[in-house]
């Protein structure tokens, strides 16, 4: 039987389990999940309101649990009435009856951070050429474009130098 050689590269994620797995564990957020997923579970209008803090259950209990949201000032009306809806959507994300109460305080929710665009010039004809014969076997008209995209993005990353 052969061994995996130790030189292939390994998810960043394997390695970070063992130092943030403990944190998480001793907050209740069910290995950090429920931070990950946030605004999928919950969507972007909430999720850019509240963040979770912690999870605590009753004791000896796995289910009825207390959801600890730090939330802004201006948001924690819109949440009050939105409960219901976030403790539907959170227990259908975890896919048993985990919460049951909604715990807000006000807090400071740090914005999104978006990634700058910088403006793409136009390539030269013959990298333009040479990209559609690269991708020109892409049937996927989504993944086409983003394949053109990164290669016009390379062609000019390689162009500069």
Same mark, same amino acid.
């Given at each position: ?6 030189n /292939? $590269?390994? &998810? #960043?994620?394997?390695?970070t389990?063992? %130092? ?5 564990k001793e &907050?209740g957020?069910?290995?950090?999940r429920i ?5 999928? %579970? ?5 999720? &850019? ?8 259950? $009753? &004791?000896?209990?796995k ?5 600890? #949201?730090n ?5 924690a009306? #819109?949440l ?7 403790l ?5 994300? /975890?896919?048993?009856k ?5 715990r807000m305080?006000h807090? /400071? ?8 665009? /910088?403006p793409?010039s ?11 014969s ?5 049937h996927?008209?989504?993944?086409k474009?983003? #394949? ?10 390689v162009?500069e130098?």
């Open positions: 039987m052969e061994y995996p050689s130790k /292939f $590269p390994v &998810r #960043l994620g394997v390695h389990q063992k %130092i943030v797995k403990p944190i998480f &907050r957020l069910m290995e950090g931070i990950i997923h946030w605004s999928q %579970i919950v969507g972007e209008k909430f999720s &850019r309101l509240a963040l979770p803090e912690k999870i605590t259950f $009753p &004791r000896g209990k289910t009825e649990g207390t959801l600890h #949201l939330v802004t000032s201006s948001g009306l #819109l009050q009435y939105a409960q219901d809806l976030i539907e959507q959170v227990n259908t994300y /975890f896919g048993y985990a919460l049951s109460t909604l305080t807090g /400071f929710i740090p914005p999104e951070e978006s990634v700058p665009s /910088f793409l136009s390539i030269s004809p013959e990298d333009k050429q040479w990209l559609e690269q991708i020109g076997g892409v996927d008209s989504e993944l474009e983003c #394949l053109e995209k990164l290669g016009e993005a390379v062609c000019q990353c162009g130098e």
